[in-house]
């Protein structure tokens, strides 16, 4: 399966973490935007506009090519995700939210609790390798604290 995971750039490091748990269960994460360097001005910079336009059309490429869009929850400064997430939808792509809804239109669609509960509607979690919580760190200090 092909996942397009949509969150605030700020959060690019934990979508990368992420996404290495949805290609460990032997899924296809397609849309790397959190593999780029951020942009001057959030994109809004008129110098790099040739370059945030190449950026907004691959992303909505790899949301053409998902079989499933995944929204995080979290503060957006530009809400890019949300045009992703409408773009997501017009496509008929199954679309999930990850965390609490952030408006109206979150409501529209199956959501999740928390990356856990995604995952193992995935299918990926077992109880000897369970889908964990982001940041890594504080997961090893919860396993080191019940040792």
Not at 44 to 50: C, H, L, Y
Request: charged letters at 25%.
């Amino acid at each position: 399966m092909k996942i397009y995971i949509a969150a605030p750039f700020g959060m690019a490091s934990e979508v990368e973490w992420k996404a290495k748990q949805v290609g460990a269960a032997g899924h296809e994460c397609v849309g790397l935007w959190f593999l780029d360097q951020p942009l001057p001005g959030n994109g809004t910079d008129p110098a790099t506009g040739a370059e945030c336009a190449r950026r907004a059309r691959a992303d909505l490429r790899a949301i053409g090519e998902c079989n499933w869009f995944v929204l995080l929850h979290g503060a957006s400064a530009t809400g890019g995700k949300h045009v992703e997430t409408g773009y997501a939808a017009a496509l008929g792509k199954r679309v999930s939210v990850v965390g609490a809804p952030e408006n109206v239109f979150g409501w529209l669609w199956e959501r999740f609790a928390d990356w856990r509960e995604f995952m193992a509607e995935l299918g990926a979690e077992t109880a000897e390798r369970p889908a964990c919580e982001w940041p890594p760190e504080a997961a090893a200090a919860e396993e080191g604290d019940a040792s």
